[in-house]
């Protein structure tokens, strides 16, 4: 019923950019707050950056602040990640989570970036 597809990954050199995209339909919100995680080659899944639902405050890890944009269609369950600036290190899976009423959510399978030379 519920499906969190992400589209967007491929492979890139250092310094340049992806843009990745998250739909989810099924939800009983129809603007939930959605999250971007990532798990890269050997290392545990990490939390990357969210955006909530009404105001659509944006937060990000350490990590990739100033590099990655974060932001959603307002009022859809629908969102993005700009990914600038890209490094080896963000090589990994990236999965998107969306909450739902309940607090129930629902993850993605993950589409991949790879980022190297």
């Known amino acids: 019923q519920v499906h969190v597809v992400e589209t967007g990954g491929g492979w890139v050199q250092p310094g340049g950019s992806l843009r990745l995209s998250c739909a989810a339909s099924g939800l009983l919100s129809s603007g939930s707050p959605m999250d971007w995680y990532r798990q890269g080659p050997g290392k545990e899944r990490e939390w990357v950056a969210g955006?909530?639902?009404?105001?659509?405050?944006?937060n990000y890890a350490d990590s990739v602040k100033g590099r990655f944009i974060i932001s959603r269609e307002h009022g859809k369950n629908v969102m993005y990640l700009q990914m600038n600036n890209l490094k080896s290190e963000d090589t990994a899976v990236y999965y998107c989570n969306a909450k739902d009423f309940g607090g129930v959510d629902y993850w993605g399978k993950g589409t991949h970036v790879t980022v190297s030379t």
């Open positions: 955006v909530s639902r009404i105001h659509e405050h944006t």
